[in-house]
């Protein structure tokens, strides 16, 4: 299961695997390969879209957009941390990454050793959990370039544990 701890009824599975299925159609067959880095050339182009029919249909008490696969509480990504904490790495403490073996590079440092020689665990939990968490707070008070610099770090910084 994807989602430990989470129970999906078989109309809510049906529901996913039909965006999920859709999803893949789209951005095989309607998406131009350099979309992610265009986005604004297509916008105009968005309506057409398979994906974006199917959403629009949605009422609007629903999330319209969402990351799903890093759509975690922090405390359950820290909790992974522990359950494999001789498997979850680190580069300069920004983006985490699992490996069942040795890294392949040198540049990669265990997540546990960094908690364990920070002094203060807690502080360093916290410090992982400001750094993937957008708060209103933060919304309000930062600039757009950081709100979005920080929205992309916290997006990408745990896909190599989330997506393992």
């Known amino acids: 299961m994807k989602y430990p701890g ?19 159609k789209t951005l095989q067959d309607e998406i131009p390969s350099d ?15 398979s994906m974006f029919k199917l959403i629009r249909t949605i009422p609007k008490t629903s999330i319209f957009h969402i990351h799903s ?10 909790a992974i941390f522990e ?12 983006h985490f990454y699992y490996f069942d073996g040795p890294p392949p590079e040198e540049t990669y440092t265990l997540v546990r050793k960094l908690r364990e020689e920070s002094g203060n665990p807690e502080e360093f939990d916290q410090r992982i959990k400001d750094q993937i968490v957008l708060l209103p707070k933060d919304i309000e008070s930062m600039n757009p370039k950081d709100l979005w610099d920080k929205f992309i770090l916290g997006l990408v910084s745990c896909f190599g544990v989330i997506l393992h």
């Open 6 to 24: 989470m129970e999906f009824s078989k109309d809510e599975i049906l529901a996913n695997e039909i965006f999920i299925d859709l999803r893949d």
């Open 35 to 49: 979309f992610l880095q265009k986005t604004y050339k297509y916008f105009d182009e968005f309506k057409n879209y």
């Open 69 to 78: 696969d890093v759509c975690c509480k922090p405390d359950w990504l820290l």
């Open 83 to 94: 359950k494999h904490k001789d498997k979850i790495y680190t580069r300069e403490n920004k």
